[in-house]
């Protein structure tokens, strides 16, 4: 077997090239493949594996490209492929459960320009092991340049065709750009590690991510979040909207087969301990959904008529896989038009021209039913479409919901929302605070910081300028939280009055105080201009006490408690929080620069001394 591939399909070396030659039999005999989970992010259930190439060093390789393009160089590329292929799918077989699961193969774009490419060898080793050719997802990296490999969209057209599922691999990291994306029609799309990594400290990061989230979802594309090493970077993938998460923190790479494929326990408690209790945004979708009856994709033509003629009230069809899994859209008006045209019904009746349902099939916009409807809205209008959005519950068909269902949805949330309210500064109110801190409380993260903020000398000034000049105190205030607090992701609530509420997580203790401090001070600098120009020269406003006496009050500022919430804490309230914070403010009031800090603590708080908050 020297000289030549270990299957059946090997390819012969080039008597040219013979000389010198790599034992690829040996090499196929010693490298092995290492699977990692693919997860969602919603669960924790195992969606699928990727298999990653091992022992390619005890090979005689440098690395794994190394080994791709040493096969290249020797004209050997596709029949090595189509060799390791057989060992992965040989492998992946073998997993418990296999049935509904997703293997993910790197697919090296330099096959399609071999001489001796033959299409439909995967087909054959799928057929072989008794997979579904849904199983594969064929990883084409941005590494290489896809955009000029030979026919590179006709190949990917008839995978797909084929029923495989094709995924970019490293989005955002290599050659293609969104007409690529556009081209290929990729299932999902994978972001590259490098846009995960920090991505909960890095505002831009977070925004690219959200961004080809919702193109992936615009095109019908589920988006897999690469390297995930830390709670945060999940947490915040599972925010911005990703589907399916990968890396370390869910489960390392390993050559042994695993003994469960159902979910990964940890990532699954994770999910229900961090489920907010305030998102019901699920719950009201499931409301407005329609659940139109799918049909599948190995149906008849005629079938689809008959369907449409029964339902005449049905506008759009979704179409499914033998997974459940959507893969599109069929439009009662497209099918209908092509049916009167001349010779429409023979063309459809022709068992050769089956091919004709592809003509007919649709992408559309897919989301989980636990994204929120704010994203939702964005992907419908982006999507510029009327068909509306199909539904998923752990990639499975679950209903559509149109654009009237969409907007009565939105609606109902906004009413929903305006109870929760202040109606002056228009944000969240007593229940919605106590509704966030319930949740967020109780995720356990390392850095975690509620804040209380509170008017000093408020009422002097409301006596003598007026509620509204009030009010307008009380407004400027929340714009100065809003410009400073949102570049880390703050949560602002107001209680009522002068009184605020502020919490984050997920960042330094230094930067969040340096966020409260220049809040103080924005706020000091800017209410000046609200005091008649006699009072802001003296520095003081004249009037009466709560005893009625004569008193001097100082121009308004604002205080400040900010306590750091322990880590490992799940059971802390809101009230436990408030209780704290008012001893807290009573010191802050009286302090030089009125701001005070504590560590939450089981009996007593502990209180922060000035040098510590300054070396801070």
């Known amino acids: 077997m020297d000289g030549t591939l270990g299957t059946d399909n090997a390819v012969t070396l080039h008597p040219a090239r013979h000389s010198g030659a790599r034992n690829w039999k040996r090499v196929i005999d010693t ?37 791709f393009d040493t096969a290249w160089s020797s004209g050997l590329l596709h029949g090595f492929d189509m060799d390791l292929r057989a060992k992965a799918i040989g492998k992946f077989a073998r997993l418990p459960d296999t049935g509904r699961l997703k293997l993910f193969y790197n697919f090296d774009s330099r096959v399609v320009r071999t001489s001796d490419y033959r299409p439909g060898r995967t ?20 590494r290489q340049d896809i955009s000029h490999a030979h026919d590179i969209k006709d190949i990917l057209t008839r995978y797909r065709d084929q029923g495989f599922k094709v995924a970019i691999d490293d989005y955002g990291i290599g050659f293609a750009q969104l007409r690529a994306l556009y081209d290929c029609e990729p299932d999902i799309i ?9 991505m909960d400290r890095d505002k831009r990061k977070e925004l690219f991510v959200t961004q080809i989230t919702g193109f992936a979802h615009m095109i019908g594309a589920q988006v897999v979040a690469e390297g995930v090493e830390t709670k945060e ?72 008529l008959d369907y449409f003629q029964a339902n005449p009230e049905t506008a759009i069809v979704p179409v499914i896989n033998n997974h459940d899994e959507p893969v599109g859209i069929i439009r009662d008006a497209d099918f209908k038009a092509f049916i009167y045209t001349p010779y429409g019904r023979e063309l459809l009746q022709n068992p050769s021209n089956r091919t004709y349902m592809s003509r007919f099939l649709r992408r ?42 969409l907007l009565r949805a939105v609606n109902e949330r906004n009413m929903l929302n305006a109870r929760d309210e202040n109606p002056l500064t228009r944000l969240p109110g007593n229940a919605a605070i106590y509704r966030y801190a319930a949740n967020a409380l109780t995720e356990p993260r390392r850095r975690r910081f509620a804040v209380y903020f509170d008017f000093d000398n408020f009422k002097p000034f409301n006596d003598r300028y007026g509620f509204r000049q009030g009010d307008r105190a009380i407004i400027l205030f929340k714009d100065i939280l809003g410009k400073t607090l949102s570049q880390n992701d703050w949560f602002v ?9 502020a919490y984050v997580c997920s960042v330094d203790f230094d930067v969040a105080l340096a966020n409260v401090r220049r809040v103080q001070e924005m706020f000091d600098e800017q209410i ?89």
Not at 493 to 501: L, S, V
């Open 364 to 405: 559309c916009p897919t989301a989980d039913i636990r994204t929120s409807l704010s994203e939702l809205l964005e992907t419908f209008v982006a999507a510029d479409t009327l068909d509306g959005i199909i539904l998923t519950e752990e990639g499975r068909y679950l209903g559509v919901l149109d654009q009237r269902a």
């Open 190 to 198: 994978k972001i590259d590690r490098f846009f995960i990594d920090g």
């Open 31 to 67: 490298v092995d493949f290492a699977f990692q989970p693919i997860v969602s992010v919603h669960t924790g259930r195992i969606f699928g594996y990727e298999a990653l190439l091992r022992n390619w060093a005890e090979a005689g390789f440098a690395s794994i490209q190394d080994v």
């Open 493 to 501: 609530g107001h209680i009522g009055g002068d009184d605020f509420f």
């Open 528 to 616: 000046k201009s609200f005091y008649d120009p006699e009072s802001r020269e003296k520095g003081y406003l004249q009037g009466k006490g709560r005893d009625g006496a004569e008193s001097r009050f100082a121009l308004m500022t604002v205080s400040a408690a900010m306590i750091r919430i322990p880590p490992e804490r799940i059971d802390i309230t809101l009230d436990h929080v408030s209780s704290q914070a008012a001893t807290l403010k009573a010191i802050a009031k009286n302090s030089f620069d009125r701001l005070a800090v504590g560590d939450y603590q089981e009996s007593e708080l502990r209180l922060w001394s000035d040098s510590e908050t300054a070396a801070s």
């Open 233 to 304: 970077e999940f947490l915040c993938c599972r925010r911005v909207g990703c589907d399916l998460v990968q890396g370390f923190f869910i489960a390392r790479p390993s050559t042994d087969l695993p003994l469960r494929t159902d979910i990964v326990p940890a990532i699954a408690e994770l999910t229900v301990e961090t489920r907010r209790q305030g998102d019901h945004d699920g719950e009201l979708l499931r409301s407005f959904m329609t659940e139109t009856s799918p049909i599948g994709d190995d149906i008849k033509p005629l079938d689809v």
């Open 123 to 142: 087909a054959e080793l799928l057929a072989q092991t008794g997979l579904a050719r849904d199983t594969i997802c064929l990883e084409i990296s941005e």
